[in-house]
């Protein structure tokens, strides 16, 4: 069954609502991590997992066409970052 446009965007709304606070980030990241999502190792990363993270990313938006980009800009500003929250204190 074909989801609408409308329907697609309502249900990204109501995933991005669940995970938009700091405990909803606390939790995504929790079931990333438990997925194997930020492995770097082979051997521990088990593609039904991965399968299954990139689908929650996927009902949060993040595999639009319209927000990869900012995706993407998202992680190298994280990187960029990395220690200098730390230095501000």
Do not use: H
Not at 13 to 40: H, K, M, P, T, W
Not at 44 to 68: C, K, Q, Y
């Amino acid at each position: 069954m074909k989801t609408s446009e409308g329907e697609r965007k309502r249900e990204i709304a109501i995933y991005q609502n669940v995970f938009s606070s700091s405990e909803g980030e606390a939790v995504l990241l929790d079931i990333l991590n438990r997925c194997g999502f930020f492995s770097q190792d082979p051997s521990l990363i088990n593609p039904d997992l991965i399968a299954f993270a990139n689908w929650l990313l996927g009902r949060i938006g993040i595999d639009t066409v319209e927000n990869l980009g900012a995706y993407v800009s998202s992680i190298m500003s994280a990187a960029l970052n990395i220690g200098k929250e730390k230095k501000a204190e």
